[in-house]
């Protein structure tokens, strides 16, 4: 038992901890993985659009389509989670009227993706 917690104490000293990454690093890294699955997307799309004109089994064509839209709330997520840590963090810490329109901004957003 004792080995064992030595052994974790020693793992987790030699984590070397990165630095905090800055706003522009992680825009940017964010921004090519939206774009580098968004080009996912497009040729899987291509290709559920071949299968349909080649009148492939339709169960078949559904699976890619379901597979195609969970990679777009994918991006969706991606695409919201820097809105989350880059827009409204610096809506807040403007002030009360950019914090309420990117609240407001949000609510919106949810309300179409729900009907």
């Known amino acids: 038992m004792w080995i064992t917690f030595i052994a974790k104490v020693i793992y987790f000293v030699n ?6 990454l800055d706003g522009d690093y992680m825009k940017n ?6 774009l580098r699955r968004l080009k996912i997307i497009r040729g899987h799309l291509e290709k559920v659009a071949k299968m349909v004109e080649e009148d492939k089994y339709c169960i ?19 695409i919201l ?5 880059q827009c409204v963090t610096e809506a807040i810490k403007k002030g009360n009227s ?4 990117s ?9 179409f993706s729900n009907k």
């Open 15 to 20: 984590i070397k901890i990165p630095p905090p």
């Open 29 to 34: 890294n964010i921004k090519k993985e939206t």
């Open 60 to 78: 078949d064509v559904l699976q890619q389509s379901l597979a195609v839209q969970n990679a777009l709330k994918k991006v969706d997520g991606l």
């Open 81 to 85: 989670d820097q809105h989350l840590h």
């Open 98 to 101: 950019k914090k309420e329109k």
């Open 103 to 111: 609240i407001q901004e949000l609510l919106k957003v949810f309300q």
